[in-house]
DNA sequence: CCATCGTTTCGGCCACGGACGAAACGATCC
DNA sequence: GGATCGTTTCGTCCGTGGCCGAAACGATGG
């Protein structure tokens, strides 16, 4: 026996109304733009999804008034961003569930690329992400904790000398180096103040670069030969 | 620089028709219904989103087709019930992003019992779930690993004598003891064949009970002492 | 066999909302 | 100031889809 007479539940409805501004085709597209923690124009937004720009305007409001999205004008652009992780974390859950089950067609694994290399909202991701991840804490560099990664004492000195300084990201508000859990390796990754600075260094370094319009990572020559020697982090090149 | 014409992804359609699925209101409160993982005759699912059980139907084949939801016939009744785990992890996480960011109103927290007990699809959740696997992992029952948890030698002898057969459970086809995030806690609680079969000795064992037309849970009298003195687990009871 | 019950199929009504054209707005640049 | 560009607002069209009444279907039970 459920529920015999609960009324509708504010809480159902509220799932209803957040997942219907993702269950639209048009904003998917945009959101799924969004995922790797870029901001973009309503401009490139409408191109991204093959909509008019006062289509597109329409639906980033609605995005933006649900909570999904977070709006920052700059001069005559306006960058539209992923509000929070949460909102990324259940569009990448969403997309994780199958479209069809069983024995129907190939299961539709996502491409080489991405599974090698990504961002995820503004970290790595990916098996360059989890391979970080796992190497660090092999190297005690970090020690994995419940639900964060803490820095040991050892490890402090190789984010000074990666050019990451802890100091300041320990007073951002963000959480500073939570663990989020990979779509495709199914295990975790660096995420928080921390996951976002590495990510941010290995692109001004150069060890990484974007494949374009793509949230896919190429791991460069100089990414490869300092991740081998900083860490014995050997990373898998798709063809 | 967005990807400039790259042409509809099919990925993006996939995580657009997904949401859809869910992002209706009867929809919505029907999958709610079925996120602990029991299952529910289309009749009960119809009074449950209040509406007509033939509107209910439509519904129903709707998301049956597109993966969300597994069917079974009995008799004359058709049970239905959320297709996997994946599934009920997209709603979860989904019904964890703010519907309303910033000052706004109240952040709307959940109900005290549905943290402080629930299931989640087919395992225990909320202060519960977590406490339990913190419990089991202090006292070296189960190990944490990276994406799962793993049964010390010692522990076995536990599961043994909670009346859990570690034996019959490895055959099984689903994975044993994997770790899932609870969105409430925002800490790992243990799912998989493991948690399902831990979370039907507890009902068995009279030691939780549902409350009804909810997920939350109630533990009993005989639960608190039994968990307190088997783990020194104490569980906090809501007013 | 007939009655009943749970469920699905069919048909039709109606509204929500997504699409674009036209036009207004606001910032930038000359 | 005037031209241009990015963006939003307004108005309108139109298709998708949710809803229910009626009826068919299939299993159960007398």
């Known amino acids: 026996m459920i529920g015999t007479d609960t009324s509708p539940d504010t809480r159902d409805i509220a ?12 904003r998917a597209a945009m959101l799924s ?3 790797d923690g870029r901001a973009l124009t309503a401009g490139e937004l409408a191109r991204v999804a093959w909509i008019a720009p006062q289509t597109a305007s329409g639906h980033l409001a609605r995005l933006v008034d649900g909570g999904l999205l977070a709006l920052e004008a700059r001069g005559r652009h306006r960058y539209y961003r992923i509000a929070n992780a949460d ?19 190939t299961p539709n694994s996502p491409p080489a690329a991405i599974r090698a290399a990504r961002t995820c909202y503004d970290h790595l991701a990916g098996q360059l992400g989890v391979g970080l991840a796992d190497a660090l804490v092999g190297r ?10 803490v820095v040991t ?9 990666l050019g990451v300084d802890l100091q300041v990201l320990r007073q951002s508000k963000r959480k ?34 974007r494949l374009e319009g ?10 490869r030969v300092e991740l081998d020697r900083e860490l014995r982090l050997s990373v898998h090149v798709p063809a």
Chains 1, 2 share one sequence.
Not at 153 to 161: I, P, R, S, T
Not at 178 to 202: K, M, P, Y
Request: net charge positive; proline share 3%; hydrophobic share 55%.
């Open 33 to 35: 733009a969004l995922l």
């Open 153 to 161: 004492a050892a490890g402090a000195g190789w984010f000074a000398e």
């Open 140 to 149: 005690q560099i970090l020690a994995r904790g419940d639900r964060e990664f």
């Open 176 to 209: 500073f180096a939570t663990t989020c859990l990979d779509w495709t390796e199914r295990r975790h990754h660096i995420a928080g103040a921390l996951g976002a600075a590495v990510a941010a260094r290995f692109f001004e370094l150069g060890w990484v670069a």
């Open 214 to 223: 793509s949230r896919a990572l190429r791991v460069t020559v100089a990414g």
């Open 87 to 105: 909102v990324a974390h259940a569009i990448e859950a969403l997309s994780a569930v199958t479209p069809r089950p069983g024995p129907r067609l």
């Open 15 to 26: 799932l209803a109304s957040a997942a219907s501004l993702i269950g639209d085709a048009s």
